[in-house]
């Protein structure tokens, strides 16, 4: 389907509707991935830190590290750290310091495995069209 007919309307030109475009399968993949982090008592939040800990594989980072890379800047980060921290999945060995645990990262590999095996049965695009796709939003935000 077109974001056209999804949307039922008419676009002015085709930045509007690529800007559009975005919004809304922004917003579908949401709605596809919550699901699947849900499983492991997770949300898009929590899952995006525990990502960028894992990344580090047991480092500690900064508060100021973790922001600079975090995807939702308008959201409570630290509240979600608070969360984490309570449940255990990271840990946080000088104050704005924080590292994951070996429960976070079982919990990250867990939680990027089952996305990445749903998410392969969504949509319909080839290695290079994904490829393709990531550079020219890439190209957007610059």
Known sequence: MS?????QSQFTNSLQMTLVNIEYTSDWLHR?????LEKHQLNMLSFN???????KQFESISYDEIYSVFMYK???MQHVLNQLLNYNLIESPKHNIYRITDKGFK???EAIRDV???????????NEE??????????LRS
């Not at 596809?32 to 699947?36: N, R, T, V």
């Not at 990445?116 to 080839?126: A, E, I, R």
């Open 116 to 126: 990445d095996k749903n998410m392969l049965n969504v949509g319909s695009l080839t």
């Open 32 to 36: 596809k991935i919550l699901p699947i």
């Open 74 to 76: 308008s959201q409570d």
């Open 107 to 109: 919990i990250a590999l």
């Open 130 to 139: 994904s490829i393709l796709l990531s550079k020219l939003l890439d190209k």
């Open 3 to 7: 974001i056209q007919s999804d949307i």
């Open 49 to 55: 830190i525990l990502r960028i800990l894992k990344g």
